[in-house]
């Protein structure tokens, strides 16, 4: 038997002893490290023969093969040759990465699944980032929900989405953004399933419209209408809130599936027609502020958002065709309750019997059995 056969079965025999099929090149297996120096790696690789990986084959960044694997670690690796000549397989952990992360992305862009990412550099509409040794494109509109700066971003490992995949053409685009959407939208979701009407809630007035202020209540906004500032007439929203105050609100209307939800900042529990009830009684006196004139008759508060309608009539014996004749706004009045209706907060006032009641009353304590002050004080001031 000449030595080429005696080769042949001795490779035989070896084979045979490890229980394994030939490899060839092309071949994706799996390894473990033995032990690495600066110069390359040797990995087992089930084989009558060790691998070996050269650095330039180890990784495509310019790191020392002792920074990348330590012994026992797993790897895949590509086989470049199944026989060197010295009694090693030459094997490529570069394109084993190839084909496995292309095989990765293809199935992660088919079923929608995330990835993650390493992102290397800021570059000309968002940011390079590589899964593995494939190159990925981050477009700066992409990078997250808020506006944020792309540098702070560096050197980060995210979990994005594939938005577009093209390998034939190198174009792989990913998304952190799609991401937090869908957990904003979760949580969004959740929050609204969670709000109550009638409930107190407290939050941040983030906005300050004309017709009200938005606050947010914990990833929830809602509009206070000027109306529900306050239970007095509130004039300029500016006047009560502004952007970034903190604020105790009571949750109002609630649409969850419109997202929307009305506000309340006025105490619903301080209702001034409910808390004045035992003050707002027919026959009762009392002192008010003239509100608005109209053209039948002026509105007169009571109390901070207590108003009642003293009609042309009953404001003066006089005879006129207006009431700003008689009155002008912000003036100081006495006036009766002719008519209370709490439930549906209707006052009738009167300053003409407000007026005559306060007369009598005067002209009552102006006497004593006939006597006038007059002559209960004659003779006081006499030396």
Do not use: C
Not at 298 to 321: K, Q, R, S, W, Y
């Amino acid at each position: 038997m000449n030595s080429e056969k005696r080769e042949e079965s001795t490779m035989g025999e070896l084979l045979k002893d490890f229980d394994v099929k030939r490899i060839k090149s092309g071949d994706i297996l799996k390894g473990i490290v033995i032990d690495a120096d600066e110069k390359e790696v040797r990995v087992n690789i089930n084989y009558a023969f060790d691998g070996v990986i050269s650095r330039e084959e180890l990784t495509n960044a310019d790191a020392s093969p002792l920074e990348v694997v330590k012994p026992g670690d797993e790897i895949d690796v590509y086989v470049l040759s199944p026989n060197d000549g010295e009694g090693y397989v030459q094997l490529s952990r570069v394109r084993a990465l190839q084909i496995t992360e292309k095989e990765e992305l293809e199935e992660a862009y088919k079923n929608n699944k995330t990835i993650k990412v390493v992102v290397k550099e800021e570059i000309k509409g968002g940011l390079a980032a590589y899964y593995g040794s494939i190159r990925v494109f981050i477009p700066a509109s992409q990078a997250a929900r808020e506006r944020i700066e792309l540098k702070n971003l560096l050197g980060k490992e995210l979990e994005v989405k594939l938005i577009e995949l093209d390998l034939r053409n190198r174009k792989v685009v990913a998304s952190r953004r799609v991401i937090e959407e869908e957990i904003y939208n979760a949580h969004k979701k959740e929050l609204w399933k969670n709000v109550k009407s009638g409930e107190k809630r407290e939050g941040v007035v983030t906005k300050i419209l004309k017709v009200g202020a938005i606050v947010d209540i914990g990833g929830i906004t809602g509009l206070i209408h000027i109306s529900d500032l306050a239970w007095e007439k509130v004039k300029r929203v500016e006047d009560v809130v502004s952007v970034g105050d903190k604020v105790v609100v009571f949750v109002g209307n609630v649409d969850a599936e419109n997202e929307k939800v009305s506000l309340i900042l006025k105490d619903v529990n301080n209702e001034p027609w409910n808390l004045h009830r035992e003050s707002l009684k027919e026959g009762n006196v009392l002192e008010g502020k003239v509100a608005k004139l109209l053209n039948f008759g002026a509105f007169v508060e009571v109390f901070p958002g207590v108003e009642g309608l003293v009609h042309i009539n009953e404001i003066t014996d006089e005879n006129i065709a207006k009431p700003s004749e008689a009155l002008e706004i912000g003036q100081i009045v006495k006036v009766k309750i002719l008519n209370a209706d709490i439930e549906n907060k209707k006052l009738s006032l009167s300053i003409r019997d407000a007026v005559e009641k306060s007369q009598e009353y005067l002209a009552y304590n102006d006497s004593d059995e006939g006597e006038t002050l007059g002559d209960l004080f004659k003779g006081l001031f006499d030396n």
